[in-house]
């Protein structure tokens, strides 16, 4: 069971209170975690990542375990503590604005 | 009993604002989509209690929201606008190419007898169309790939579709107008496209009477006189009596001829509405006084309308997308500020009261007439 804390505007979005609980077929990967989201909560598609090329939005970050893991590839294997669910996968909006 | 839905669209949500025939007493709703900007909300003349919104933020892009029952509830739709084959490239501000991207949503236009078809406006310059409800979109490319597509430049708010004017008599003809490339009109349902900018005068480029470049901010039609096209130009105020084939100035008498909307009124065809706008360095009113101008004239001979409106301290801009007009027997007017009041006038404009005086900057009005 994979963890995963949304930012407040795609939780209201997807109409979610708390923690998204997911499972992931196979690999524990960013991108597989990002596709099963999108799948179990279709309106949240092309607002982490565009839809057809499946890049990060400039100002979506992913974290976990107190790692900045946005500019890592789609594939690589996500921290074991985020496949066990001990950890979440975050999902931010990046602060900006002033 | 009779009434009016006016459908606001702000820089953090949207708001519903309601009221009987005597638009006295309002009920406000909202904000909808609190924190994101909703650039448009318009109801379907065909089934009014849908309504569509364009929602989106820089952080988490486009969204299209659809509610089926006058807003009460939404449900967030398709939100792919791929445009079609390789986009290629239009101007950027410095003249260089740059790759077509998409933005946002600007203006939502749904059809006047189908409610599952609607039409969307976006920024870079493009036009789509769904005929599932919003469900699906898929661009009318024949206007982005109209030959001088390349040549289009952005005005300083983005290349951006914002008005899209569908004939009423005439289901095959409608209008598109772009800042800044200018109006278009396509006379076989969407798929092949002309400049029709004749007419227009634009100092602010290379060659004055340009085919295409003229920053068009708004055109307006009344349904009547589908041939007749009022247009707020950036600076200018213009009508067309030939569909768009010609162009010719009613600016008149008015203090200054900048500005974003412009209206008709709902059985005078001839009445239009405007709000001066001091300058295009300055988008606020002149001498801190918020006036809509009227013409009963089509044009040329104005009148300042100001009862019930700020007539000091007042630096409000008033946007392209932020005016509308009910049918009533007498006719409302609306329109809302970048300081976040929507005023609403009963009687033509002849005088003024605020719906609300304190939302967010307003990006958008649109009203319903109820039965």
């Known amino acids: 069971m994979i963890r995963v804390v949304l930012p407040a505007h ?21 991108g597989a975690v990002l596709d099963a989201l999108e799948a179990a909560y279709p309106m949240l598609r092309g607002t982490m990542r565009d839809q057809a090329t499946k890049q990060r939005r400039p100002f979506v970050r992913f974290y976990a375990c107190e790692e900045d893991l946005s500019h890592e590839p789609p594939d690589k294997l996500l921290p074991d503590a985020v496949a066990a669910g001990t950890e979440p996968y975050l999902v931010i909006g990046a602060m900006a604005g002033g | 009993m009779t009434g009016v ?14 009221s009987d025939g005597s638009r006295r007493d309002w009920e406000v709703s909202g904000p909808h ?8 909300v318009a109801g379907s003349p065909a089934e009014p209690d849908r309504l569509f919104a364009s929602q989106s933020s820089g952080w988490f892009g486009q969204l299209i929201q659809r509610s089926d029952d006058g807003g009460q509830t939404w449900e967030p739709m398709g939100n792919e606008f ?40 976006v920024e870079d310059a493009a036009l789509f169309k769904s005929t599932d409800g919003g469900g699906s979109w898929a661009e009318l490319s024949g206007l982005r790939k109209h030959g001088s597509g390349p040549s289009w430049q952005p005005g300083a708010g983005g290349m951006c579709l914002h008005t899209i004017v569908l004939d009423p008599t005439n289901p095959a003809r409608m209008y598109a107008a772009i800042s800044a490339a200018g109006v278009f ?8 496209w002309r400049p029709i900018n004749r007419g227009l005068q634009s100092e602010g480029i290379p060659d004055p009477d340009a085919e295409v470049g ?22 200018d105020v213009m009508r067309s009596d030939d569909a768009g084939e010609n162009w010719h ?15 008709v009124h709902a059985h005078e065809p001839e009445t239009i509405y405007v709000v001066p706008i001091t300058s295009d360095s300055h988008h606020f009113v002149m001498e801190g006084k918020l006036r809509v101008y009227r013409s009963r004239t089509g044009g040329n001979e104005w009148e300042a309308l100001t009862a019930g409106l700020p007539q000091q301290d007042c630096y409000v801009n008033v946007l392209r997308d932020a005016m509308a007009i ?24 002849d005088s003024w009261a605020p719906i609300v005086a304190d939302l967010p900057a307003v990006l958008s009005v649109e009203v319903q007439t109820l039965p």
């Open chain 2, 33 to 40: 989509f609190p924190g994101w900007e909703i650039y448009h």
């Open chain 2, 249 to 263: 100035e009613v600016s008149g008498n008015l203090p200054t001829d900048f500005g974003f909307p412009i209206a």
């Open chain 1, 10 to 30: 795609l939780r209201s979005l997807a109409k979610l209170n708390g923690e998204v609980k997911l499972d992931v077929d196979g690999e524990v990967t960013q």
């Open chain 2, 185 to 192: 009109r396509s006379d076989d349902s969407g798929t092949t």
């Open chain 2, 5 to 18: 839905r006016v459908l606001v669209g702000t820089r953090k949500g949207a708001f519903t604002l309601t």
């Open chain 2, 326 to 349: 009910d049918s009533l027997d007498s006719c409302g007017v609306y329109f809302g500020t970048s300081g976040g009041a929507v005023y609403a006038s009963a009687d033509a404009g």
């Open chain 2, 214 to 235: 003229h920053c068009v901010h708004r055109i307006a039609m009344h349904p009547s006189r589908p041939d007749v096209l009022f247009m707020q130009k950036h600076w």
């Open chain 2, 82 to 121: 791929a445009y079609d084959g390789v986009p290629g490239t239009h101007q950027w501000y410095d003249g260089t190419p740059h790759p077509w991207e998409f933005a946002r949503v600007w203006h939502l236009e749904p059809s006047p007898t189908d409610p599952d078809t609607v039409y969307a406006g």
